[in-house]
Structures are given as structure tokens and as C-alpha cells.
């Protein structure tokens, strides 16, 4: 069965990148489309962006002047980068296939990403 | 303020029947598959509802949803204690360009 799992620095300070990767496993990453999530503290989901096997993506408007989400077919990873974060950035980043749009399973364990000096 | 509103809280006795709603537009449920997703404390995210009223296979039959309009719902059918958790609705925005999540229903079994 496919599983996902986030990876990467767990505090970056304010208007430093954020940089995360999400590897799979149990499933090849060339099929579907893969969505990042993240979820502030005590607040709800809000959806990232999406990345699909062939490179083609779709992000938030809110977030899409800051947003880069690449693939790497050969190590079956997909990455995130947010650009100038501040402390509301501070968040659990998931990682998600994405099966339709908004039909998101599995999903990673998450990652909780601190900005902070 | 979410595009997908949400009652934030609800409860429910054991044995009993909860229904959460989620209330949208004509941009998002009305012409888009609405998606139902359970958050247990500490856990990522579980898949609950899929396409407005199917079930991924390991759910069980006391989750169902629905959808009408604008609005959606999720029941949970006698109720459990395990099933004390977070509740998200979510579906495509077609004007907004961009997946939206309901602020979340925080269930409570009594």
C-alpha cells in the first residue's frame, strides 16, 4: 500500500525559505496528482498546491507568488518551497495524493514547520 | 473565514445519530464532488467520504454522506467513542480556483 512521508528542516527563521520533500513508497509517484496541505495550529486545512506526474501544477492564489512544487520522478519524491515565510507560516505540512481534486489519500504523517528566529 | 462553512462543535451520546453539515455555493459544492476527512488527535488526516457518498474501502457503513444543492452532510450512525474528532469537508472551487476545506467540526462523544 502506498505511503507517504515528509522530510526537512523543522524551524527556519522569518523570510527564509521553507523546504520540504515527501517520498513514496509502495507506489510509483508516475500515476495521479500530489498536493500539499498544511494545517496552523489550532486552525483548520488549507490546501497548498498540486504538482501532477508530469510536472504541471495548480497553486492557492493565495500562496502562489511564494509556492514552488517540483517532482523528481527517479527518486519517487515531490518537494515544496515556500519563499519569505513568517510566523504564520508556522504549520503541520502534509504531503497527499491526490486522486481528483480534494480527493486526498493517503496522506503523510505530517510536518510540523516552525518559523522562528 | 472559510468558503465552506461548518458548525464548530458538536455531540452525541453513544448509540446516537450526528449529523455534521457543510454549507457552500454554486461555485464549489454545487457543481463539484464534495470530500469528507476525520482528524484524531495527533493523526494526519483520514479520508471518510469520497464523491459525496462513497466510502473508501475500512470505513465503516456508519459513516455516510450526502449531498444536496449547495450543502452537504456526513452522519455517523451510532456513535462511538473513537469517533470523538475533528470532521472536514472539502471540494473544488471553481471560481476561487482552488481546494477549499470547511473550518472544521470538532465532534464530541458525551
Known amino acids: 500500500q502506498v505511503q507517504l512521508q515528509e522530510s526537512g528542516p523543522g524551524l527556519v527563521r522569518p523570510s527564509e525559505t521553507l523546504s520540504l520533500s515527501c517520498t513514496i513508497s509502495g507506489g510509483s509517484i508516475s500515476t495521479y496528482y500530489w498536493s500539499w496541505i498544511r494545517q496552523p495550529p489550532g486552525k483548520g486545512l488549507e490546501w497548498i498546491g498540486y504538482?501532477?506526474?508530469?510536472?504541471?501544477?495548480n497553486y492557492n492564489p493565495s500562496l502562489k507568488s511564494r509556492v514552488t512544487i517540483s517532482i523528481d520522478t527517479s527518486k519517487n519524491q515531490f518537494s515544496l518551497k515556500l519563499t519569505s515565510v513568517t510566523a504564520a507560516d508556522t504549520a503541520v505540512y502534509y504531503c497527499a495524493r491526490d486522486s481528483d481534486v480534494a480527493w486526498f489519500d493517503p496522506w503523510g504523517q505530517g510536518a510540523l514547520v516552525t518559523v522562528s528566529s | 473565514q472559510s468558503v465552506l462553512t461548518q458548525p464548530p462543535s458538536a455531540s452525541g451520546t453513544p448509540g446516537q445519530r450526528v449529523t455534521i453539515s457543510c454549507s457552500g455555493s454554486s461555485s464549489n459544492i454545487g457543481r463539484s464532488y464534495v470530500y469528507w476527512y476525520q482528524v484524531l488527535p495527533g493523526t494526519a488526516p483520514k479520508l471518510l467520504i469520497y464523491r459525496n457518498n462513497q466510502r473508501p474501502s475500512g470505513v465503516p457503513d456508519l459513516f455516510s454522506g450526502s449531498k444536496s444543492g449547495t450543502s452537504a452532510s456526513l452522519a455517523i450512525s451510532r456513535l462511538r467513542s473513537e469517533d470523538e474528532a475533528d470532521y472536514y469537508c472539502a471540494a473544488w472551487d471553481d471560481s476561487l480556483n482552488v481546494v477549499v476545506f470547511g473550518g472544521g467540526t470538532k465532534l464530541t462523544v458525551l
Open positions: 504538482i501532477s506526474f508530469s510536472g504541471s501544477t
